[in-house]
């Protein structure tokens, strides 16, 4: 089941008293599919949401604040940050990168997080496939 397939902007500023996705305005195009619904019985994913995501060239780019980023996406659709398999899909090539967020020390209030990147596997890649392009057409 799509959740969310759109443009997921920010404009820099915080209202909430929440730190925004970066000091600086920016849009991602964004697909959150939820792989639950789909799943034959007795089938379980440990991570069963996709966030399928590509920078839009407008503003700020998020892999240098992506925790935030996954934070604020994961606030807004009420989902569990560690249930989530990140991906970053590039329109012009045939690549995609993952990202596994690993908790790290609090600062205060804050949890802070460790980001690592790394190509996508061949299982996630034929897990996704079917979702790139069934709704808009900006991921086909």
Not at 83 to 98: A, H, I, N, Q, R
Request: hydrophobic share 35%; net charge neutral.
């Amino acid at each position: 089941m799509i959740l969310y397939d759109g443009i997921y902007s920010w404009s820099g500023k915080t209202s909430t008293g929440k730190r925004p996705v970066s000091w600086w305005p920016g849009s991602y195009r964004v697909k959150i599919v939820d792989l639950s619904d789909t799943t034959p019985d007795g089938v379980f994913h440990i991570k069963p949401v996709i966030c399928l995501f590509a920078d839009t060239g407008k503003g700020f780019n998020v892999r240098n604040h992506f925790q935030y980023f996954a934070q604020s996406i994961c606030q807004e659709f009420g989902l569990r940050l560690n249930k989530v398999l990140w991906v970053e899909y590039y329109p012009e090539g045939p690549t995609m990168d993952v990202a596994t967020l690993n908790e790290g020390a609090m600062v205060g209030k804050e949890r802070l997080y460790t980001v690592h990147w790394r190509p996508i596997h061949e299982d996630e890649a034929q897990l996704i496939g079917p979702h790139k392009g069934t709704t808009g057409g900006a991921f086909a």
